[in-house]
């Protein structure tokens, strides 16, 4: 059985930074592109960013550009995101998702989704 387990997320004064992690089991990590999502309450999970298989292609929500960095590291299964310059827009409930399509997009379809991790930026 899959799994993917965020952690990292908490409380942080605004110009602050955190580090989210998501541990991945039960699949073959490497072979699939990994991406972090957000949602806030009444709006639709949007795409922060995401990064291929190999780790060497990523992309980036316009709102993040320059403050977040997606990494991962195939050998631990496990997929990070660097967030810098929190702002309290940023505030919401951070997933992790893996997709086995390839390239550098996750759809709101895929069936593999973490729980989530929250994150509250205070201003």
């Known amino acids: 059985q899959w799994q993917l387990v965020e952690s990292g997320g908490g409380l942080v004064q605004a110009g602050g930074s955190l580090r989210l992690s998501c541990a991945a089991s039960g699949l073959t990590f490497r072979l699939y592109t990994m991406g972090w999502f957000r949602q806030v309450p009444g709006k639709a999970r949007e795409s922060v960013a995401v990064?291929?298989?190999?780790?060497?292609?990523?992309d980036y929500a316009d709102s993040v550009k320059g403050r977040f960095t997606i990494s991962r590291d195939n050998a631990k299964n496990t997929l990070y995101l660097e967030m810098s310059s929190l702002k309290p827009e940023d505030t919401a409930v951070y997933y992790c998702?893996?997709?086995?399509?390839?390239?550098?997009?996750?759809?709101?379809?895929?069936?593999?989704w973490g729980q989530g991790t929250q994150v509250t930026v205070s201003s």
């Open positions: 998702a893996a997709s086995p399509e390839g390239g550098l997009r996750i759809s709101r379809d895929t069936r593999y």
């Open positions: 990064i291929n298989w190999r780790g060497d292609e990523s």
